[in-house]
Each structure stands twice: as structure tokens, then as C-alpha cells.
């Protein structure tokens, strides 16, 4: 069921309403603080409750069975503001965040991405699915065939959210992953953990030895990016390089 349809849900609802907004956050080099995607994220400017970030809302749409319909507005609606945002920038990507119910429903991912970026006038290969760790590790033989979809379709595909949780380079391989994305937690506490620090060095480790970018979620100071750079990890995503705003 497509948002449009769909009046009588939260996301129809909110949508048709004019309540649903995509903010953009960088991933920038860390090496020359060039960007090279964007990740857009959600909110919902709630008539009562002010601006609400996807942590206040996501659970209820989880319970109700709703959070397909959410992941296919951002699609669409990210798809068409990116393309027209970045027409100067050819080189830069779009992240799109794609949950657990819409990877493990297998209706068809590959093609709706592709469908949905040929009709915004966006190139594929610009498009990047975020799948969070977690879900690859709990159900790696359900999704794998359906990022394989994903690949296929020419998107390509990141794993959001790494941390301890185990992910190896035959994970990485079983879904075709093009970058991985450190947990901002690790980034947060790597200064001053020894433990945090070491995940951290892993991490970079692993997407080297699978011959993938990493990026570091939560970056906020520079004395983080230095680390950070010390340690060979070539993107960066926080507050550092800037905040989530919509395109302008």
C-alpha cells in the first residue's frame, strides 16, 4: 500500500497533511572535508507536540504495522529533492534508511528503488540503502537475498550501526555491502575509552580488509575527527560538518 493511499494511517495522515519533512545530514571525507552523500533523515512537525525526531514516533509505527509505508515517503520524497538539489554535484550520494519490516517483507525492493529513481531523474548508482546491523545479523539468510535485489537494481547497499555486535567481513560479502557505518556511540566515548577506542580500530580494520569505505556517525569535535583520521577512517558524519537542515 502506497502513502497516498493510505489517508487513514499515521503516515498517510501526517503526510497528507504537510506534517512530514526530510532533513539532510553530510558524510564528508575526513581527509578534505569534501562532502560525498547526504543521509536524509525524518521528522514530523507535529501540530501539537512541535518537531518530533524519528525516535518519538518509529515504535508506534513498528507496533501498527506502518513503518513500510514510512520508508516508501522517504523514498520518493528524498529521491525527488535530491535530484534536483544535486544536479551541480554529480559525484555525491543519497542515503535512504530502510527498515527491518520493509527488508524482510521481500516484495520487491530492488525494483521499487530503481522505479522510484528513474522516475525522480536520479542515477541508481547515487542511491544507498542503510540496513542497520542488527538486522543483518538476526536475519542475514532472510535479507540477503533481497539487498541482493537492491544491488541489482544498480543501488548500492551500507550497513548502519556497527559496532561489537559481530559483524565480519562474510557478512559484509553476503550482502554486498559498499561502506559500513560506525555506531555513533564508539565515536562518542573514543577519546576516553580505551575499550570504545579499539571497537573503533576494528571497525576501520574490517572495512579495510572487505574493501569498503567506513564512515564514523557522531562526529562532533575536532579532536574526534583527528583520531579518527589517525586510525585511517575515511568518513565522517556529526555535527563537526554540519547539522541535519533541509536542502537549500
Not at 555525491?92 to 534508511?97: A, C, K, R, S
Not at 560506525?182 to 573514543?190: E, H, L, P
Request: glycine share 12%.
Amino acid at each position: 500500500m502506497q502513502v497516498d493511499d493510505a489517508a487513514a494511517t499515521i503516515v498517510g495522515g501526517a503526510a497528507q497533511r504537510g506534517e512530514l519533512a526530510l532533513v539532510y545530514q553530510p558524510i564528508v571525507g575526513l581527509d578534505d572535508g569534501a562532502p560525498v552523500a547526504v543521509e536524509a533523515l525524518v521528522r514530523w512537525r507535529h501540530p501539537r507536540l512541535g518537531v518530533l525526531g524519528p525516535e518519538s514516533f518509529l515504535p508506534r509505527l513498528a507496533r501498527d504495522g506502518e513503518l513500510h509505508l514510512l520508508d516508501d515517503w522517504v523514498l520518493r520524497t528524498a529521491v525527488g529533492e535530491f535530484a534536483a538539489w544535486s544536479a551541480a554535484t554529480p559525484g555525491t550520494g543519497l542515503h535512504v534508511n530502510v527498515s527491518a519490516d520493509r527488508l524482510l517483507a521481500g516484495d520487491g525492493l530492488g525494483e521499487a528503488l530503481g522505479a522510484v529513481a528513474d522516475a525522480g531523474g536520479l542515477a541508481r548508482g547515487r542511491l544507498r540503502v542503510e540496513v542497520a546491523e542488527p538486522v543483518v545479523l538476526d536475519s542475514l539468510d532472510a535479507v540477503a537475498p533481497v539487498l541482493s535485489s537492491v544491488r541489482a537494481a544498480g543501488c548500492a547497499v551500507v550497513v548502519d550501526d556497527v559496532g561489537a555486535a559481530g559483524t565480519s567481513p562474510r557478512h559484509l560479502a553476503a550482502v554486498g555491502a559498499a561502506g559500513l557505518k560506525i555506531d555513533r556511540s564508539y565515536v562518542a566515548g573514543m577519546l576516553d575509552s580505551p575499550r570504545d577506542r579499539a571497537v573503533v580500530r576494528a571497525l576501520v580494520e574490517l572495512g579495510e580488509r572487505a574493501g569498503v569505505p567506513v564512515t564514523a556517525v557522531g562526529v562532533e569535535t575536532a579532536e574526534q575527527a583527528a583520531a579518527l583520521r589517525d586510525l585511517g577512517c575515511a568518513q565522517g558524519q556529526g555535527w563537526l560538518f554540519g547539522r541535519p537542515a533541509p536542502l537549500t
